[in-house]
């Protein structure tokens, strides 16, 4: 199989999908550019193996064609400075014959930034004709844009057709794609699972695709009381989703049948007030006082947690146990980043996804302690339940 590591690129025009969808302030100063360095590794493999990059992304929500505010050409001062010192261009369009002319005209080594694809309503619509005039500006087109990948849109999957031999995963995709892979498809065992968040309806789908493949599923957060109060327990104010109750009997029922661990709090911390002032007490956690929520994981849960976890070798992470964001209510979440850690420096994977887990491992400082962080959000959940991404598979197709 081609890949970007044996692809000849040189005297190529290399067509990057990339996500260069940064966040800007008032005076388009990026705050936060870690997409764009995401995806220099990529760029960087293709001009220096005499390739030219015609570099192209979406850039905030456009709503009626071209908005200077969502102008590519904020990025590519920006751009230029992290590729050390490169002369970036900037295209006046992505389409069109002034673009054509720019990318004809480059040369080995050069950058060309396109202009936001999402100007044109073609890009989100999946239009063939337009994926195939973006086509047209090079010889081989790579998708380093997993954060879309689960979108078949005309940059992102519709454009693969144009290049039947010379379509590429860009390095970004491919450790994400790896990485999931690991976990999802052969996971060294005991693989264990935790899901935390608000929320049972917006985790439903990715517990049942998991039921298939852990050995252990530890569920925390507000999950937890629509678990305990579907059997019988009392949950006082905290979270829940009465009708996901029969859902959650189910997945009981299911894990109890395919033979994995649920491993649901014993004890929890209930609070009297969503703030740091907050009264607390250790409770069971099907025993929460009216008036009260359940807001961490109390210590027996803490304990029963770090078990599970030091003796898996396959680790998923997807949500906080606990209101992490308020530190009277952050030690369970902690203490499950610091199990994982742990188990990772003995040896096992562990992968990290989804924005709030994300933010978790950034805020107690060990995002360098696991073994892959997944910052792709959406595409990483979908492909978590276990659907096929559009973006992957016209690559693989
Ligand atoms: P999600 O986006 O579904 O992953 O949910 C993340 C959010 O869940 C975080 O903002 C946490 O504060 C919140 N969360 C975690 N545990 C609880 C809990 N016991 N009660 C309420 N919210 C929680």
Known sequence: MQTIENYDFSGKKALIRVDFNVPLDE????????????????????????GAAIIMSHLGRPKKGPEDKFSMRHLVPHLSEILGGIKVKIAPDCIGDATKKMAAALKPGEILVLENLRFHPEEEGGDVEFAKQIAELGDCWI?????????????????????????????LVDSEVKSLDKVLKAPRRPFTAIM???????????????????????????????????QGGKIGG???????????????????????????????????????????????????????????????????????????????WNGPVGVFEIEKFATGTKAIGDAIVEATSKGAF????????????????????????????????????????????????
Request: aromatic share 6%; with cysteine.
């Open 350 to 397: 562990s992968l990290v996804g989804g924005g709030d887990s994300v933010a978790a491992v950034n805020k107690f400082g060990i995002a360098d302690k696991v073994s892959y962080i997944s910052t792709a959000g959406g595409a990483m959940l979908e492909y978590l339940e276990g659907r096929v991404l559009p973006g992957i598979a016209a690559v693989l197709e």
């Open 27 to 50: 005076n388009f100063v990026i705050t936060d550019d870690t997409r764009m360095t995401a995806a220099l590794p990529t760029i960087k493999k293709v001009i220096e193996n005499g």
């Open 238 to 316: 905290s979270l829940c989703e009465d009708d996901f109750m029969p859902m959650a009997l189910d997945i009981l029922k299911k894990a109890e049948q395919k033979g994995v661990k649920i491993v649901l709090a014993v004890d929890v911390i209930e609070a009297d007030a969503f703030a740091e002032t907050a009264n607390t007490r250790v409770v069971p956690s099907n025993k929460i006082d009216d008036g009260w929520s359940g807001l961490d994981i109390g210590p027996k849960t803490i304990e029963m947690f770090r078990k599970v976890i030091s003796e898996s070798k396959t680790i998923l």
């Open 143 to 171: 998708n380093d844009a997993f954060g879309i990948a689960h979108r078949a849109h005309a940059s992102t999957a519709v454009i693969a057709q144009f290049f039947p031999k010379d379509k590429l995963f860009g390095y």
């Open 196 to 230: 935390g968040g608000s929320k049972v309806s917006s985790k439903i789908t990715i517990i049942e695709n998991l039921l298939n493949s852990v050995d252990n599923l530890i569920i925390g957060g507000g999950m937890t009381y629509t678990f305990m109060k579907a």
